[in-house]
């Protein structure tokens, strides 16, 4: 089992190596001028040319909306940070009205504190006062008016007692007061604080939701400007082969003109789809074959057999023939080390050297080796796999 996993791996990478072979010595041969009939190659340069103009207005209208994007996320960014300023001022303001608060119950604590110890100072006093009234009676200081044998002494002797017992009503109650205010005062700063804690949570939450927010903005602004750069990329490298397109159909009237194909890059996540089903291997799953662990460089896409089944990318016929594991195989060199693979198909309609139009149809669907109705589509970019999902249509 591990040497015909090793015998299909080596297969594959002899196939690679030679059309990566056959594609430099084509690309270092004048192609013949009869291989395709000049008419056939006028419309193919004309359709390309006419494809690339298309992907260049779009290009340039994605780079267009991207600064207006941007413009727009500069503008609210700029508030954002207006916004995290106010709000760091606001917590600062809030950390101070907390720190006062603090120190003013600090303050309040203190004083009650000095007040229950003169409380305390006081209490033998006025212990002894309360018992000197409980031993006068319910009458209190008025029971000396009864030692009293004349009518001034009387007056003079009602006065007092009014007097000592107002004064002992006023002590008592006024010290009750100043407990009870001072209660209060500290109930109502404790509050404070804690309504204090909570908005300098709230402030620091908001603040840092906020600086989040930016993060996140200016990475966007970051990924714009990124993107925008490879517009402009992938724009410089679509008007240069448009301006061979141009220089080729000039040419075809001499009988000079030679082929010239469209980049495969500028058309990420535009590419039409190879045959409509449903994905059923995604890309990179790891399978088990003969008891290896292999990675799927594809993806596998399952539809009713004999669906046509069509080029993604104008190109070349690099191979058209059976390989084990794949069934019959199409693979089309797109120029620039990048290419597209279609296996498990039932027949074929193109033939090794066919130039093929975008669209251009390369076979049939058939099945897989288990026997499922399926395609099997791989794309290869510099000569390395990527995840057709991300260059296809979505």
């Keep these: 089992m591990a040497s015909r996993s090793s015998e299909l791996a080596g297969g594959l ?27 056939l190659e006028r419309a193919r340069a004309e359709a390309a040319a006419r494809r690339a103009a298309d992907r260049i207005r779009w290009l340039q209208r994605e780079s267009d909306e991207l600064a207006s994007q941007e413009s727009s996320i500069l ?16 917590l600062t303001r809030i950390e101070a009205s907390l720190r006062e608060n603090q120190e003013k119950l600090s303050s309040t ?101 906020i600086g989040r927010t930016v993060a996140a903005r200016t990475a966007l602004v970051e990924s714009i400007d990124t993107r925008r750069d490879l517009n402009a990329q992938l724009t410089g490298e679509l008007e240069a082969a448009q301006q061979r397109l141009q220089a080729t159909i000039g040419q075809m009237g001499t009988g000079r003109g030679s082929a010239a194909t469209l980049p495969l890059r500028p058309f990420r996540g535009v590419l039409p789809w190879p045959a409509t089903g449903v994905v059923t291997g995604p890309f990179g799953r790891q399978t088990s074959r003969n008891g290896i662990s292999v990675t799927r460089n594809g993806v596998e896409i399952s539809l009713p057999d004999g669906q046509p089944v069509r080029v993604v990318h104008e190109g070349t016929v690099a191979y058209a023939d059976r390989f084990t594991g794949y069934g019959t195989l199409v693979i089309v060199d797109h120029g620039d080390s990048a290419y597209s693979l279609y296996g498990f198909l039932a027949s ?47």
């Design 75 to 90: 503008v609210e960014l700029r508030k954002l940070e207006i916004q995290r300023e106010l709000k760091g001022a606001e």
């Design 109 to 209: 604590v203190a004083r009650a504190a000095l007040l229950r110890a003169a409380s305390e100072l006081e209490r033998p006093d006025v212990e002894a006062r309360l018992l000197r009234l409980y031993k006068l009676g319910r009458a209190g200081y008025f029971r000396l008016l009864l030692d009293i044998d004349n009518l001034q002494s009387i007056g003079r002797a009602y006065r007092t007692a009014a007097a000592m017992t107002r004064l002992d009503r006023e002590r008592v109650q006024a010290h009750k007061r100043t407990l009870d205010a001072l209660a209060r005062e500290r109930e109502g700063l404790e509050a404070r604080v804690r309504e204090t804690a909570v908005l300098q949570q709230q402030a620091a939450a908001s603040r840092a939701a």
């Design 13 to 39: 990478l002899a196939l690679w190596a030679a059309l990566l072979m056959a594609a430099t010595l084509a690309s270092s041969q004048a192609p013949p001028s009869d291989a395709q009939p000049p008419v």
């Design 348 to 394: 074929l309609e193109v033939a090794k050297g066919d130039v093929l139009d975008g669209q251009s149809a390369v076979g049939v669907s058939g099945r897989n080796p288990a026997g499922n109705p399926s395609l099997y589509f791989e794309l290869r970019v510099d000569g390395k796999p990527v995840d057709p999902l991300q260059w296809l249509k979505k």
